[in-house]
């Protein structure tokens, strides 16, 4: 920004927040003269509206460096700035953030989500996009916290993770590499399928044969187009969008993936991704069993084509972990594992 000194409040040194608040409402509606002296004020060569509101939001970000204390305010300049949550809690105090951190809280408490602030999973719940949203949001702002200014427990608790963590991923070796083999042969079945041409032609086929399948029932009926309230005529409007669908993720595909090694490279790096994430996920779900992680022996591990095994104990707890391949040898869905944890007296 060029004229810093322009949005500062000379008698007190101090960043003139009420001046950038009137000016980001001015640059809402402002034209001629009133945008040019913006522009020149803020230092933005854009004439465009949002670039001279995200300017005047930074100025109010740099305002906020300076503050203990944060208002409703202070929230809602942060939430309209550009660019993704985890990239703009790095510009803000830790004050600020920690203050986020609560007021996002209190938001979840307000709607009875504050149960679900630490789910790492939401699989198998009914959530709102609002909802979700709302979870996910006050998970990203702790994450950031607990990654800029640990606790010493959370500390303690990440060299734990590690370690269970890293001894699982080296056992669970000869597993992965079945897994990553599953998938390569997955990769080049969905392949030599889309270069195929004659596929493609099929489903053009399908898509006339769902049109014609449409018109005759309109003959059938004597209608010229179908109701809402025409279940049955429905399902064949459906059945053709479903075919013309199918087509355009076949051209989509071959657009994305030029050549079989493309395409592999893609799905392999998703696996070594998921396989990764799926690690960590039980990692921090033994945590939660509360096993002494110094003191942890495992045995019986079992490496088998069709699943993985292996028991652990602290002394005092045992836990029996097993995963189970799923969609091994799948043409339409790609292969994965599940992992299941049973306590063992």
């Given at each position: 920004?060029?004229?810093?000194?322009?949005?500062i409040?000379e008698?007190s040194?101090?960043?003139d927040?009420e001046m950038l608040?009137?000016?980001?409402?001015?640059?809402?509606w402002a034209?001629?003269?009133?945008?040019?002296?913006?522009?020149?004020?803020?230092?933005?060569?854009?004439k465009k509206k949002?670039?001279i509101q995200?300017?005047?939001?930074?100025a109010l970000?740099e305002?906020?460096k300076?503050k203990?204390?944060?208002?409703?305010?202070?929230?809602?300049?942060f939430?309209?700035?550009?660019?993704?949550?985890?990239?703009n809690?790095?510009?803000?105090?830790?004050?600020f953030v920690?203050?986020?951190?609560d007021?996002l809280?209190?938001d979840?408490?307000?709607?009875?989500?504050?149960?679900?602030?630490?789910?790492k999973s939401f699989s198998g719940y009914?959530?709102?996009?609002q909802?979700k949203h709302?979870?996910?949001?006050?998970q990203?702002?702790i994450?950031?916290l607990a990654?800029?200014?640990p606790s010493?427990e959370e500390?303690?608790?990440?060299?734990?993770?590690?370690?269970?963590?890293?001894?699982?991923t080296?056992l669970?070796g000869?597993f992965?590499?079945?897994y990553?083999?599953r998938?390569?042969?997955?990769?080049?079945?969905q392949?030599s399928?889309?270069?195929?041409n004659?596929n493609?032609?099929?489903?053009k086929?399908?898509?006339?044969?769902?049109e014609k399948?449409?018109?005759?029932y309109?003959?059938?009926?004597?209608?010229?187009?179908?109701?809402?309230?025409?279940?049955e005529?429905?399902k064949?409007e459906?059945?053709v969008?479903?075919?013309?669908?199918?087509?355009n993720?076949f051209?989509?595909?071959?657009?994305?993936?030029?050549s079989e090694?493309?395409?592999i490279?893609k799905c392999l790096?998703?696996g070594?991704?998921?396989?990764a994430?799926?690690?960590q996920?039980?990692s921090?779900?033994?945590?939660?069993n509360?096993?002494d992680v110094?003191?942890?022996?495992i045995?019986d591990?079992?490496?088998?084509?069709k699943?993985?095994?292996?028991?652990?104990?602290d002394?005092?707890k045992?836990?029996y972990?097993?995963?189970v391949?799923a969609?091994?040898?799948?043409v339409?869905?790609?292969?994965?594992?599940r992992?299941?944890i049973?306590?063992?007296?």
């Open positions: 920004m060029k004229k810093f000194s322009s949005y409040n008698s040194k101090e960043i927040v608040h009137k000016d980001y409402e001015v640059a809402e034209t001629g003269q009133e945008k040019k002296d913006l522009m020149d004020k803020y230092g933005v060569t854009s949002a670039d995200a300017a005047i939001l930074k970000q305002s906020r300076n203990k204390e944060f208002s409703n305010d202070d929230i809602q300049d939430f309209r700035m550009d660019g993704k949550l985890e990239t809690l790095k510009d803000e105090s830790i004050e920690e203050f986020l951190k007021y809280y209190k979840l408490k307000k709607r009875n989500l504050e149960r679900y602030a630490l789910m009914r959530f709102s996009s909802e709302m979870i996910q949001r006050y990203k702002v994450n950031y990654e800029v200014n010493q500390i303690d608790e990440k060299v734990k993770l590690e370690m269970i963590n890293t001894r699982i080296e669970m000869d992965k590499v079945i990553i083999g998938i390569k042969k997955y990769a080049k079945n392949y399928y889309y270069s195929d004659n493609l032609k099929a489903l086929a399908e898509v006339k044969a769902c399948a449409v018109e005759d309109k003959k059938k009926k004597n209608i010229r187009w179908i109701s809402y309230s025409d279940y005529g429905i064949y459906k059945a969008d479903k075919a013309i669908k199918k087509v993720n051209n989509a595909f071959n657009k994305m993936y030029p090694a493309s395409y490279e790096k998703d070594e991704e998921v396989f994430s799926n690690i996920a039980i921090e779900r033994l945590l939660k509360e096993l110094s003191n942890i022996s045995s591990v079992k490496n088998d084509p699943f993985f095994e292996m028991m652990l104990t002394g005092k045992k836990l972990l097993r995963s391949f969609a091994a040898d799948s339409k869905m790609i292969p994965h594992f992992f299941i049973t306590n063992r007296k």
